[in-house]
């Protein structure tokens, strides 16, 4: 399970250093997505099991004779790359493209965050925004508005 909460800083080459705690998860590739403003991280077997999940709904599963499962299945694994993690525990970002890149809009302080099954990597301001009132909210995420 990956859990915490990390301030980082992308280097000159665009890497970032994954959280020692999350290195023992990662052999030596992940697999990242970028999904909801963030930059979702996977081992490759955890990713298959993200994607399939997203075809679970009541009794069915992944038709591949159901044009939307079959595009939503395409889309989710062509926006998916593969990368290595050096021995340092890096990833380069820059290897997702310029594209992914720019939509995210990732500035030089990041925070890679543990959610549970993946890590996700946002920027440090956008993160700080998505994550502002989740105290607040606490008692009404846990247990329904009142």
């Not at 915490?4 to 959280?19: A, E, F, N």
């Not at 990732?106 to 965050?113: A, L, Q, R, S």
Request: charged share 30%; aromatic share 10%.
């Amino acid at each position: 399970m990956l859990t915490g909460t990390y301030q980082r800083t992308l280097d000159s080459k665009t890497r970032v250093t994954l959280p020692s705690d999350f290195r023992r998860e990662f052999d030596e590739k992940v697999c990242l997505i970028p999904f909801s403003g963030a930059l979702y991280g996977f081992t490759p077997d955890g990713f298959k099991a993200w994607v399939d999940s997203q075809f679970e709904r009541d009794d069915k599963h992944y038709d591949p004779r159901n044009r939307d499962d079959v595009r939503l299945r395409r889309g989710l694994t062509a926006a998916c790359q593969t990368i290595d993690v050096d021995a340092a525990g890096r990833m380069a970002l820059g290897k997702l493209g310029a594209k992914t890149l720019d939509a995210l809009a990732f500035g030089h302080d990041v925070t890679v965050i543990g959610a549970d099954d993946h890590f996700e990597v946002w920027d440090a301001k956008r993160w700080e925004a998505e994550n502002a009132s989740f105290e607040e909210d606490l008692l009404d995420l846990m247990f329904g508005a009142e």
